[in-house]
């Protein structure tokens, strides 16, 4: 079963995919971080979320390109955070795929979603705070909102999650 | 404590008028707005989170639906507003979202 996570800033959509992690019948709990730590505000959110996870029993598997190098096994739930951190990586590392970042993000989840028991991605909603960016941004989130679309259309779930609270936009609660 | 948002000039105010059967005058004394303004300048969100609550109706401006602003100040603004949404919205009883006018209840349920 996968489960489409998006949300703005602070929007409380961490929270809420670690509690579908915690509430899913498998209990080996990997959990893909993909944010490389360029500087101390990068470091600072890290170690926020890696305290959320502490003592939860999550093994962490770093991987900021190529996610379908990363193999997970058959009973476990895998939170995937976040796709835009994945989506800059790929477009912007010396190791992305460029061009092609979507394609390599679906392939990635789509291996991922084959070989693990539960799966819960997290993505965010940056497309509702203007429309008029220089195209380096636009190019950016034109990609990000392919890959959203193209998640949501491989995963069982989707929701937005607003002020901590979930809305359902299709399949419903995992749990 | 009813705990409305939504994008910026979508009637959340005229709802939180209709829902309390008041004019705008009185409005002014039970509910609070532009609490995303508030966030930024607070250094204790749960405590501002508890304030807030005493009010009849809370009402919040989405704005973290944009992308990352590249300043770091911005950027914090915009954690504290929306963090400050999440501790409203555990403390409400109901919560709404306004769009266009019209209201999503996300929690509890409108008067």
Redesign the interface.
């Given at each position: 079963m996968m489960t489409l996570v998006i949300g703005g800033a602070a929007s409380g959509k961490s929270e809420y995919a670690e509690r579908l992690v915690l509430a899913s019948a498998y209990e080996r709990r990997i959990y893909i971080a993909t944010m490389e730590p360029f500087d101390g505000e990068c470091l600072a959110r890290i170690e926020k979320h890696r305290r959320m996870r502490a003592e939860k029993r999550f093994e962490t598997v770093e991987c900021y390109t190529n996610l379908a190098s990363v193999t997970v096994p058959p009973d476990s739930v895998v939170l995937l955070e976040c796709v835009g951190n994945l989506c800059a990586n790929e477009m912007y590392s010396p190791h992305g795929s460029g061009d092609r970042a979507a394609e390599t993000i679906l392939e990635g989840a789509a291996r991922l979603k084959d070989q693990c028991g539960d799966m819960v991605v997290v993505s965010n909603e940056v497309f509702a705070g203007g429309s008029c960016y220089e195209e380096g941004t636009m190019a950016y989130l034109r990609r990000l909102a392919r890959v959203n679309r193209m998640l949501a259309d491989l995963a069982d779930n989707v929701c937005e999650v607003a002020c901590g609270i979930p809305v359902y936009y299709k399949g419903k609660e995992p749990c | 404590m009813i705990?409305l948002?939504g994008?910026l000039y979508s009637g959340k105010r005229e709802l939180a008028m209709e829902l309390l059967r008041c004019d705008a005058a009185e409005l002014a004394r039970r509910a609070v707005w532009d609490v995303q303004d508030l966030a930024a300048k607070s250094g204790d969100l749960p405590a501002l989170a508890e304030e807030l609550a005493k009010y009849d109706v809370v009402i919040a401006t989405?704005?973290?639906?944009?992308?990352?602003p590249v300043s770091?100040d911005e950027?914090a603004a915009?954690?504290?507003?929306?963090?400050l949404?999440?501790l409203?919205?555990?403390r409400a009883e109901t919560?709404a979202?306004v769009f266009c006018g019209i209201s999503?209840v996300?929690?509890g349920e409108l008067p």
């Open positions: - | 705990f948002f994008p989405e704005v973290g639906g944009g992308v990352v770091p950027r915009r954690e504290a507003a929306g963090r949404n999440c409203l919205a555990q919560v979202r999503m996300l929690k």
